[in-house]
Structures are given as C-alpha cells and as structure tokens.
C-alpha cells in the first residue's frame, strides 16, 4: 500500500468507523453466549492481553439480502435492518450508516448470526427483541435476543421452537410483536410450532393452545423444499393506544397452508377478541386461497391491508393481490396474474394516515430490470383507488438497475411519509421526496456489510491493488481501497465464486473458480491486468463442471501456470491459462456425501513449489481417512506425500481447515486443521504441532462446539520481531476463542481480537504484506473486515 493511501485511510477512519463497526470499545456487542467473563460449555469469552485491536469494514456496501426494516413507531429515526446471516444493524442519524450491533456473537453463536423477525417496544425505544436461528428444524433450536439498550449489549433466553432466519419466506412478518398496551407481552408467530406467547418480557413462553397445538414433526417439515415451511406469518395488535396497562384485546395473525393443513386449520387469516384465549376464522376472498401473506398493515383509522401472494418468496411470483378489510368486508385494491414475460407477487407493504387520504406503498416481487411502466414500488395516496410507479426509470445515486426483484418490505418513515425505504436482494434503497413524479433515490446500505465470504488473499508489495475477494453471489472483486466499493470484478462470468490466487511474481496475473451461471459453463478464468479484465478458461479441469463444489480451489504459480483442485477430485495443472489441463499424480479424492477438495498452496519464494493437503474428510464420518500433506517442486505437476504428516494431524472437515506459507522462507509451511496447530520449516518433509490451541467440545459428541484452530495467514512482521512473519490464526487458545497473533513463530500467542468484534465467527484469513499488524478476516455473513 502506498504512503499517501494510508495517510488517507487513517484521515477518513474516524467519519466511517461508525459505519464499520470497528473501534477498540466499538459499538458492537457483549458475547451472546454469555456476559463477558463468563464460561459457556468450557470456552472462556474474555482472554484479552493487550489493548485491543482496532476494526474497520473493508467496503463492498450492501451485497446481501435485508428481509426486514422495523421502525419505532413514535421515536424519530429508530430505526432497524435485520439480514438473514450476517447479523443486525441500528441507524444511526450522525452518520447516516448502519451501525452493526450483533459484532459480538462469538463462533459458538454463529448458527443465531441471522434475525428471523425483530419486534420494538412501543413505550421504550431502548428496548428490542430479535428471535434467531438460521434454518428450521424439528428441534427448538432458537433463541430469544433481548436489549434494553438500542442493541449495544444483549442476553438471550433459549426458545421452545425452531426458527428460520435464512429458510424460504424470510421477509414474511413482523412476526415477533410488543403489546403497545402492555409492554410485558409479546406474540411470536412460528413457522411450525403454531403461536407462542410471553407475558414477562420474553422470559418464559408458552404456546397459544387456544389457536392451534400442533407441532410439526420432521417428516412435516422435510416435505416442504428447504425447510420452506412459513407458517403462521404475522401478528398485527388492533389499537392506537399505548401504555394503558392493559392487554390488547383484539390481535390479527395469518397463517400460511404449509401449518394450516397439518394443524386443521380451515382459514388463512384468524383474529382474537379476548387478548388470544379464543380465536375466529376469517373468511378471505376466494381468489387468494391458499396464498401466503407476507405483510399485513393496519392504518391510523383500523383499516388492515393485506397482501396475498402465491410463493414464499424471497422475490416471490404472482399472482397476487392486495386487498383493505375493515374487519367484515374485503375490497380488492390491486391484482397481478401471471402474463406472458412477466409474473408478479406482492411483498412489501406499508401505510401511513388514515381515511381516503391513506398512503400506501406496495413492493413488487419477481420484477426484474428497468424499464418503462414496470412496478417495483407502487405508491397510492388515496387508499388504494389510484396508483403511480415511483422507482422503475426513476433517477438512482448512484446509478443502478439493482433495485428490483426482492422488494420483499417496504417502510414508509411513520414520522415523515416522504421517506419511503425498500430492501432488496443487495441492500436497502431509500427516497425523500416519494410525492415526486420521479422521486430521487439513494442507496441507504451504507455500513451493511453483507457477503459470505469464501476466499481472501493479499497480493506483495507493489501491487495496485490491496485485496482480492471472492463471495457467494457475488463473484470475484479486486479491492484498491479499503474503504471504497470495489469495481474490478469477475461478476460478468459468475455469481458465487470459492477461490482466487495471484502469482506473486506477477500481481497483475490471477485466477479465480466458481460456480456456473445459467446455460454457462464457465467455472474458471483469469485475468492478466488486476482484475480489470477477466477471459474465462478455455476449457475447464475435466472434473470441475460435475463436481464444482464450494471447496473447489486453485492456485497460481506463475503467469499462465495454475494448479486446480475442484471438489472430489484429482488436481490438475495448466501451464496455458486453462487452454489444456493434465491431472497430477496425487490420489483421486472420493465423493463421499461431504463437500471435500485437496487444499492447495504455492510457495511464494520458490513457485515450482506447491503444497497439497487432504484434511481426510471428517472424523466422525463413515467415508473419513488418514489425512495426507504433499510437496511438488516441479510447480504443481508431481507430487511427493510427506511421511511425518498423518501422525501429526487429525481428520478433519475441509471447512475447518487451512493452509499458509511464509512469503518470506522458502519451505515455510503452517496448516490448521480443525485442532491443531502444524508448522514444517522443511517444505512438508517433517512438522511440528504447537500445543497451543485445542478444541471446545461439550454439546455434541460429534463435533466440538469451538473448533481448536480453523484459519491460518502470515503477514508483514514488525521491526524487530524474532520471526520473519506475523502468524494470525482463528481458533481456541487458553480456552478463549477468537484471532491470535505470534511474531516469534508460534512460541507465544496473543489475542488479536476482543469480545466486542467476533462477527458471529471468522472463517477466511488474509494479513497484509506492507502493512505490520493488518488483517482481513471475513465474518459469519458480514462481509470483509480489517485491522489497523
């Protein structure tokens, strides 16, 4: 990195930090498994030695799918995002980000680092609730978050359901809800546990036997795709009142047919009168049977509008239809049905006002582009009798046709209906001036940091660009500054990418594989100017297009020269750019019901070295084996299997695994693999394992619950250190999990990060060679971060 670059990341850090998330104290989180000190299943969540290490975002901005915006509904700009695994985020109004407030979930809690449905209490806007768990189950796997503090710390209580904050149907709610009449009680509408309720503020819970008691078994829910099952949908509190002290008698709820029909439920809408001790069918319009319901909206005056849509959604297809019901009659408002091109559902839905003056705004799902006359964001100011556009061809900042698609929610501001905000599949858009014939709208994603990482490397010094980053859905980005969004991308050939390296001759020279877009079978390319450019392989490994598995990765020797190890496979190399491929002599690899791929690694000394290692799979399964570590020297075309290896390592998962190599010493090579800690200085031949890191176990006897070290990097030592490099691994280490540096290779070790700045796990690790003491790390869903 060049002087005058980092004088001005160090200049502009202090505005953006709010927005990163990254500061010593930081705005993040206590552990959510426990108060910081406190030790859950043997793993210790404080164990910081030093002053703490500073964090900042690596900006992409946005890049990921915001299935809920939830306002305060009295208190100005309170105002919160929740994603489906990459945590949840505050508005802060100072520096008009997004500031993260769930940084401090540590690995054990990485399952709980998306939000199924967040609720605010309409008395206290300290107050906030969050119920988590990534996927449903049969199991009650999902947690209750409670903040009293806008989500700068959290504690949680277990929950007696499951929970999908990531499973189809994501944006369907709110489905966690706050009596605003008294505060102590909330609803929580599940997907497969009926309806539950608690009446000491989240402490305890108990089903709503009075509307259903069915539990859905496992063969219940595994008949639906995905886990897909949506359930009951939402619950809406029938009042204009607050703080009365007493219960909300009247509460609405849909419930979708996937829980209906295993439950015996004959509507698709009920309400309650009595405050939930009994409730009643309601009888929709024939033309929306057994729709779902993804957002209901009661206005000022008591009217509720519904949306009825025929998927689940994400960006689900019609038809669909949006209707007011005054609590006995049903009015059709709006209707789309499936014509040629185009299919459209409803997702969004807000309202504002009352009367026939009534604001409506309306997301349009399965709209895709930007053309003349189509709808993404409906708007009507006459409680649904006329209708106007106001995001298709409307002028974007920046300019951008990502907009459309998954406008899954929609928020009219509840104290300035100009400000309307919609979700996407890659962030959050927003508007000022909605009444405008073409309103102006902004990108409001700032300081949501959304990707699931796969891949980081960090290119030598002299290169012209600092970061290279590969994602899920997002393909292959070049960054050249840290706190601006990348523009050099392989995305024209990709959408998830697994792997990407550089020759370190040779920076301009990279190549990355992935995943292959519709009727492509593009798995692989290159670039030869940093990324500005990007040609697909001419062919591809034989193996890669059957087997292009997410543990796929590859290697650059040299310009022209790379190694390609796709998923259960036998590596090969080119010495063309992909023209032609020859397999090298190590073993085929067995497709063995877990995604597995030799893990590679060049020496950057010496690039007729390359290290292959096969982490055996996993112990615990029936298909494992004795993991094995190679050396090539003749770049990558014959490899040589290490004898001293296997007696030193553990079988282990692909995913929890890693190799580096010091850039610096020829035959310097470190491996993690899922326990231990490995280091050989004679090229493979012969290693050492550290004692310092070990697994958690407790939970399960199948796997720990943290594992001992994961991912491994070396970086830029300081002045004076007693080894060549900086050693950073993520792992477990005097029973404190998180990221660890060495400078005398690996005598002793310090903890890098602290319990503020955990990102709900850190998987992929890069450290930069100009800078001593910088890290990128990729959190659980939250993109790319880095230390200063």
């Not at 043997?42 to 946005?62: D, E, I, N, P, Y």
């Not at 639906?224 to 949506?230: A, H, L, M, R």
């Not at 504002?352 to 930007?370: E, H, K, P, Q």
Request: proline residues 5%; hydrophobic residues 35%; charged residues 15%.
């Amino acid at each position: 990195m060049k002087k005058r670059h980092i004088a001005a990341v160090t200049g502009v850090l202090a505005a953006l930090l709010a927005a990163c998330g990254g500061s010593g104290s930081g705005s993040g989180t206590d552990s959510g498994s426990a108060k910081a000190g406190q030790t859950l299943a043997g793993l210790t969540t404080s164990g910081v030695s030093k002053a703490a290490t500073r964090w900042g975002a690596v900006k992409f901005g946005g890049g990921g799918y915001v299935p809920g915006l939830i306002y305060h509904p009295t208190s100005p700009d309170v105002l919160y995002a929740r994603t489906d695994m990459g945590g949840a985020y505050r508005w802060d109004v100072a520096t008009k980000a997004w500031l993260p407030i769930t940084d401090g979930f540590g690995a054990i809690d990485g399952y709980h680092h998306g939000s199924e449905t967040m609720a605010l209490d309409p008395n206290d806007d300290q107050r906030v609730y969050m119920g988590t768990g990534m996927y449903l189950s049969e199991n009650a796997d999902a947690r209750l978050y409670i903040s009293t503090n806008r989500g700068d710390t959290w504690q949680y209580v277990k929950l007696p359901f499951s929970a999908g904050s990531n499973s189809p149907g994501r944006a369907v709610g709110e489905r966690l809800m706050v009596d605003p009449n008294m505060p102590s009680i909330l609803f929580y509408a599940t997907r497969a546990s009926g309806m539950w309720k608690s009446s000491d503020y989240g402490q305890t819970w108990s089903q709503v036997a009075s509307l259903s008691t069915h539990v859905m078994s496992k063969s219940e829910i595994n008949a639906y795709p995905s886990n897909g099952v949506v359930g009951f949908e939402q619950v809406i509190f029938d009042t204009n009142t607050k703080g009365t002290g007493s219960a909300t008698q009247t509460i609405y709820t849909a419930v979708a047919q996937d829980y209906a029909a295993t439950a015996g439920l004959g509507f698709s809408m009920y309400k309650t009168t009595d405050g939930g001790a009994s409730w009643t069918g309601i009888a929709t319009p024939a033309d929306v049977a057994g729709f779902f319901v993804p957002h209901m909206a009661r206005a000022k005056d008591g009217m509720m509008y519904v949306a009825f849509t025929q998927s689940n959604g994400p960006g689900a297809n019609g038809p669909s239809r949006l209707y007011k019901f005054d609590g006995t009659n049903w009015t059709l408002l709006k209707k789309y049905d499936a014509q040629q091109w185009v299919n459209f559902g409803m997702g969004g839905l807000s309202v504002s006002g009352s009367g026939a003056s009534t604001r409506i705004a309306l997301g349009v799902t399965n709209s895709w582009g930007n053309w003349d006359g189509q709808p993404v964001i409906q708007l009507s100011d006459d409680a649904g009798l006329t209708w106007r556009e106001i995001a298709s061809t409307a002028p974007h900042l920046p300019a951008s046709d990502g907009f459309s698609g998954w406008t899954d929610d929609v928020e009219i501001d509840p104290n300035n209906p100009e400000h309307i905000l919609h979700v996407h599949g890659g962030g959050v858009w927003e508007t000022h001036n909605a009444s405008a014939a073409k309103p102006t709208w902004t990108d409001a994603a700032g300081g949501i940091e959304e990707t699931a990482t796969s891949s980081l490397t960090a290119p030598p010094p002299g290169a012209n660009y600092t970061l290279l980053r590969s994602a899920g859905d997002i393909s292959t980005w070049v960054q050249t500054e840290l706190l601006k969004s990348p523009v050099r991308t392989s995305n024209s050939l990709f959408g998830t990418t697994y792997s990407a390296d550089l020759a370190w001759s040779n920076p301009a020279y990279m190549a990355t594989t992935g995943s292959h877009g519709w009727g492509s079978t593009v798995v692989g390319a290159y670039s030869a100017d940093s990324g500005v450019t990007w040609k697909a392989f001419a062919t591809n490994h034989p193996d890669a297009l059957a087997n292009n598995g997410g543990a796929s990765n590859l290697v650059v020797t040299k310009p022209d020269n790379i190694v390609w190890a796709p998923s259960a496979s036998t590596p090969a190399y080119t010495t063309d750019s992909g023209a032609t491929w020859t397999y090298t002599n190590l073993p085929p690899l067995a497709q063995v019901g877990i995604d597995r791929a030799y893990r590679l690694a060049a020496d950057r000394k010496n690039p007729n070295k390359v290290y292959a290692y096969n982490s055996g799979g996993a112990w615990w399964s029936q298909w494992s084996e004795t993991p094995h570590f190679y050396t090539s020297t003749d770049g990558g075309h014959t490899f040589t299997e290490s004898s001293t290896f296997a007696g030193n390592s553990w079988t282990a998962d692909f995913s929890v695994t890693s190799i580096a190599v010091n850039p610096n010493v020829e035959g310097d090579v470190w491996v993690t693999d899922g326990k231990s800690i490995l280091h050989s200085l004679d090229s493979g031949a012969t290693w050492t394992k550290l004692s310092a890191a070990a697994p958690v176990w407790g939970q399960s006897a199948y796997q720990p619950d943290v594992y001992g070290a994961t991912s491994i990097a070396l970086g830029k030592a300081p002045a004076g250190a007693k080894y060549s490099a900086s050693v950073y691994v993520v792992g477990v280490i005097n029973g404190a999990w998180g990221v660890y540096r060495s400078d005398d290779g690996g005598a002793s070790w310090t903890r890098f990060n602290d319990d503020k700045h955990q990102y709900g796990g850190i998987s992929t690790l890069a450290a930069d060679q100009n800078v001593p003491g910088r890290l990128y790390i990729s959190g659980s869903g939250r993109g790319v971060l880095f230390s200063y």
